[in-house]
């Protein structure tokens, strides 16, 4: 039998040094990182919040509404960076978490804020300079107000994936693992409400840019309350004739049928005229030619039992039941 000599290693002691290699690469990251974002953080901070404060550029609520809670977060950012730097990476985390709802707060003024910055940048000429002037200091290397304007939530996503791998590479003895595992908790849960912050502001810039396409007394309020999933044109087939190029726009209950108006309309033209609402939990998807995902399409149909209700919701609407079989290699 062979005996293992003085060199060989257990493997538990090679899976800890894995971890302690991993840790310790994932903490100098962390560090390195955090000093260029607090850095970054200032720069706004000092060149624009405090500037604009000082000089009366931008109204208080206009200057909110721009930059959020910026200075709070960069404070937070200076705190978090003394522990760090002092290797308290447990402690430091920990007590960073109350100040997690910042980003919260910051991804619930995001969208306000691009809104802002682009009106103030269009309406007023004293800002507009300020920015210029303030954007060519060698300090920002190139880089514009709209450019830094979303650090903290990229930050946040570096945040999670960092507190994550630091908590999964620290050994279940070690003092501070507690404090880690309760910290990427934490910050994994934040970043999954400013998640779906901006899941939501981007599916209501969608339903604005929808309904500003539907024209007509019929379109309006089609697009409130649901979430937009994509678009695209269709050929509907008539049980004789020609098939006829519809703009369909799915959403998550409905799909919703459109016809173009004519390019030489006064008022309307690049509209499109609603002709149909189709609840999808009323409707049939049926195969044609073989399958629904081939090249030859599928057919969308709607329950014979359901025509009285849609002519009741929608008058108008349905005047061409044939439009219901939509031909595409899309559905």
Known sequence: MEIPGPSARCPVQEQRARWERKRACTARELLETERRYQEQLGLVATYFVGILRAKGTLRPPERQALFG?????????????????????????????????????????????????????????????????????????????????????????????????????????????????????????????????????????????????????????????????????????????????????LFSDALLMAKPRPPLHLLQSGTFACRALYPMAECQLQRVFGHSGGSCGGLLSEPEELEESYEFQSPGYLRDRSELGVQSNLL
């Open 69 to 249: 809670p910026w200075e709070l977060i960069y404070r937070a950012s200076q705190e978090l960076l003394l522990h760090l730097e002092g290797g308290r990476w447990g402690q430091g985390l920990e007590d960073f978490c109350p100040h997690l709802e910042l980003y919260t707060q910051f991804a619930a003024n995001a969208e306000r804020s691009w809104t802002t910055l682009q009106e103030q940048l269009k309406k007023n000429r004293r800002f507009r300079r300020f920015v210029r002037l303030q954007e060519g200091r060698p300090e920002f290397g190139g880089l514009q107000l709209q450019d830094l304007l979303p650090l903290p939530l990229q930050r946040l996503q570096q945040y999670e994936n960092l507190a994550v791998a630091l908590a999964e590479n620290t050994g279940p003895n070690s003092p501070d693992q507690e404090q880690l595992a309760r910290a990427a908790r934490l910050i994994s849960e934040t970043a999954q409400r400013v998640h779906t912050i901006g899941q939501k502001q981007k599916n209501d810039q969608h339903l604005q840019r929808v309904q500003a396409l539907l024209s007509g007394r019929q379109a309006k309020g089609l697009t409130s309350g649901r979430w937009f999933l994509r678009q695209g044109w269709l050929l509907v087939v008539p049980p004789q004739g020609k098939p006829r190029p519809r703009m369909f726009f």
